[in-house]
């Protein structure tokens, strides 16, 4: 201590410990800290040592006091939230949120064509459904839900994470979950209704037992048919209570719970049907796996009867089909969910013209359903049309047919995918090969007049394996001819050998370029692909032949013009084009496919009758099961089928016989149907011609000079005299020349000159007026329709990798 010399009071030393640490906080240096000592870093005195500065990348991981700080204040934020959550988010009236409306549909000028939308609800408490339908319920849905929470963390993890990598939209919901979105909110897929989804899960959880929340689960479901809850779900499609349902049949309605229309196996396609049936599979090995169905039992088990949907007054004739397809595009595209959909309240306007739907109606009355005569000839009963018309520009689709009934036969057939598309497909084939430069065996480019040989049963050169050989309509053979007389002509054997020359993964990807659906059954790169072993829709077909007729601009076909919800729009996807394939290339093919309607024994003859610039292709598969017309002109584009179905099992049949007809032909009754449906589409309109292509090959064909390509010695060569005006069309009961067969009513009047080696003696010029004779003659007349087919055909791909059948002649 020291005296103060005033005062007389002693003080205190001056402390230098707060300044020492103030300097090794800041890093201060030269200060001396006493007697014989420095300060500093390192100093001595006692003082504690300075931590090193954190520099380079160590100055970006925090440290454990950060770490630990962050953590709290996010757990704490947390907390924060959910309590907010919980506090803010009420439970909504469930009744205002159950209770249906109906659904208005108008044509694209508001008129209205139905109204749909009368709900078949019933709720029962949970001892009046059967255990069995309970389990296959939590089978299907949520298999711990009676230990679970509300919300599973780990299913919604797992959920996002695979809709992430581009898997689609995964689910992840309890039943809790869904309970509360059927019963207090909408359907969106939207993050606003996925958190109030969460926290009324909650508090429902919290205030309801298990069993009150799956008794109010299965009165809510949506299952179909108009169907809301279990007990209407087991009236519609079984005609009994939910009480009296066994294991596959509460297993059949657990699987609807997934996609009721798409697993409706009254009415759903072949892939649907397969696909309703694999899951149901899955949820009676998951009853067994959960021990609520004895191994033994699930063994026995068969895939239940199903009852036909009951007739709905409103959705009788075509509107049920024009419904049913609007909601297959509003579904697909998410803009609204099937669940969603049938709450009602909806006004939606679709893009089909009232005028064209019904010409198109009478089309199919007058040149088909006038025709035939059920009770005289059983075989009349299997015909089912389908057609579709679009706008090429727009991608509107403007008129569309599903069948004679939507009530009397509910398959759409202007959007089912289980009849293949015959030789429509070669229409595909010309483009990939234009589009992608294609190259014969011996190198050529191939252009229209490239010479290929038309030999049926010509065996496919460079391919792998076993060589491909399919025959031609009728067996017929041609010799050496133009790929325009083999387009004109619909020749098989010519247009294996294209696709081979191109490439068959190349025909598959312009297919899928011009608007087929990638996962199309039967759209695989094997030797068949460009004679038509593909199953896609009229409605993918008709968009297919839009891309030709836009100049290469590819729009995927829409029909829904607007949807409206209590004056709220909903927003619908926009309607993009991209370039699928060049303007010249699909200039090329529209010229190529006018030939086959120009050209007196082409296949597509009949459809001359429009009067204007038209281009098409016909399309007779296997067995005459489908015969197919897609044509355009440069204002819209119509494709027509007709398909053999057995109206009692629904298995496919030939269409031989129909109308008292031997034999069927796509230039039968689809030509008939397309060119009287055009003649009203296109009345009073203005007639335009087709774009002209870039290149002329109106010259010398392109012969080689080396043994011919893509074959041996050909055996004839196309003819150049001949009729110069082709067969007058006639009734739908006149036997018409066959697609890809004689063609021409009356023979060549120069049959071609037998050539055992060397080139033909003669190059055909210009597009044929004739059809040559054929090499091989058939047990029937050339100019007359085959009576039985061959044995051979493109379903018979030896070392094709596949068992596609699709032998179609044009």
Known sequence: MSRNAQSGRRTPPISLRPVKRFVRSTGAAGFSGGPGGSGGSGGSGGGKPRRPKRTGWRRLIPTWRMTLLGFASALLLGIGLFVLGITLVKVPDAH???????NTWLYSDGSVITRTGQTNRQNVALDKVSPAAQHAALAAEDRNFYNEGAVNIQ??????VNTAKGEGTQGGSTITQQYVKNTYLNQKQSITRKVKELFIAIKVDATESKDDVLSGYLNTSYYGRGAYGIQAAA????GVDASALNPAQGAYLATLLNAPSAYDVATATAAGKQNAVNRW???LDGMVKEGWLPAEERAATTFPDVRDPQPNPGLSGQAGYLVDAATQYLTSTNVISETELAKGGYTIKLSIDPGRQQALQDSVQAQLRDTLNPDKRKKDASAQAGAVSVDPKTGAVVALYGGVDYVKHYVDNATRRDYQAGSTFKAIALAAAFENDAKTQDGRTVTPRTVYDGTSGRKVRGGKGTPYAPPNEGDKSYGQITLQQATDWSVNSAFAQLAQDTGLQKVKDTGIALGLPGNTPGLDPVPSIPLGAATPSVLDMAGAYATLDNGGKQITPWLVQSVDREGEAVPLPAHKTTQAISADTANQVTSM???????????GWRAKGLGRPVAGKTGTTDDQKSVWFVGYTPELVTSVALFGQDPGTGAQVSLSGVGGIDGAAGGQYPAQIWTAYMKAALKGQPVSDFPTPADDYSGADDLPTAPSTPSG??????PTGGPTSGPTPSGSGSKAPSDGTGGATTAPTDPPTDQPTGQPTTRPTGRPTTRPTPTTQPTTDPTSQPTTQP????DALVGAGTAASSRSGG
């Open 96 to 102: 205002a949120a159950a209770t249906a409306q109906s």
């Open 155 to 160: 299913g919604l993890v797992r959920a996002a």
């Open 235 to 238: 009236q519609a499609y079984f």
């Open 281 to 283: 599979n899955y949820v």
């Open 593 to 603: 496919l006018q030939g086959v309607v120009s050209d007196p024994g082409g296949t």
């Open 713 to 718: 010695t050909p055996s004839t060569v196309a």
């Open 791 to 794: 044995t051979g055909g493109t």
